[in-house]
């Protein structure tokens, strides 16, 4: 090969370095994004960063090419931002959005709880212009009622073990042969509404909890179906 062929070969290749470094430069630097720039990183294009986003923060997440570029575990979340999806396990059409409408305080939460997890994890790109941040890069109405929703909800999750701390659980088993079974070690086992879950999923759910005899005339408890009132054991299905 020729000195001045092997010269604009070099150069070339020089000049393809420095893009990269330029663009990795350019990406590590925090900043504003458009819904249509951040499309673009969504892995298809291996001369590209992935990136994706969060409750509008956006994260690059190329470290992880092998979950989230093509054929990746998370490569729906490749190039936007599908905070829903996090908490729904809807990967398909519109269960990739960012809109958490209807969503209860514990999945907010815990949406927020992924923010952290990438903010410890990854490299922090900026952020994303829309519902949750504007033009200038500012938090929006929107991101401030999602974050005072997850923080009721991180309350609330704190009360509701902090009540039940206060009144022992039962001890339980299963197996294909026999079953499940529910036994208290002291106390008789009975099943009480959780209050807070109202509040944080909007349903309402049980747990089984161990009582004392002077405790079982409380209103609200319910003896499993088919067990002694005074068991301390009982079978369930």
């Not at 470094?21 to 499309?39: A, D, G, I, M, N």
């Not at 815990?110 to 952020?127: L, Q, T």
Request: with cysteine.
């Amino acid at each position: 090969m020729a000195r001045g062929a092997r010269f604009l070969l070099v150069l070339a290749l020089l000049v393809a370095l420095l893009a990269v470094v330029f663009q990795l430069y350019r990406l590590r630097k925090p900043r504003l994004w458009t819904v249509e720039e951040l499309s673009l990183y969504n892995g298809t294009d291996e001369g590209l960063p992935i990136l994706l986003a969060i409750l509008g923060s956006v994260f690059d997440v190329t470290k992880g090419r092998s979950h989230y570029g093509p054929g990746g575990g998370y490569h729906h979340f490749a190039g936007r931002d599908a905070s829903r999806a996090f908490v729904s396990g809807n990967f398909t059409g519109d269960g990739l959005t960012d809109s958490l409408q209807g969503l209860s305080s514990s999945e907010v939460n815990s949406i927020v709880d992924w923010r952290k997890f990438y903010f410890e994890r990854y490299i922090f790109a900026g952020k994303l212009i829309g519902r949750y941040y504007d033009s200038q890069g500012n938090p929006t109405k929107y991101l401030k009622g999602v974050e005072m929703k997850a923080k009721r909800g991180a309350q609330l999750l704190e009360k509701q073990k902090s009540d039940e701390a206060k009144i022992p659980g039962c001890n339980s088993k299963w197996s294909q042969q026999e079953g499940g079974e529910v036994w208290c070690d002291t106390g008789y086992p009975r099943l009480v509404r959780r209050p807070g879950d109202i509040a944080l999923t909007g349903q309402v759910s049980q747990r089984c909890a161990c009582f004392q005899e002077n405790e079982l005339d409380k209103a609200g408890l319910v003896v499993y179906e088919g067990c002694d009132y005074l068991s301390q054991s009982c079978k369930v299905n």
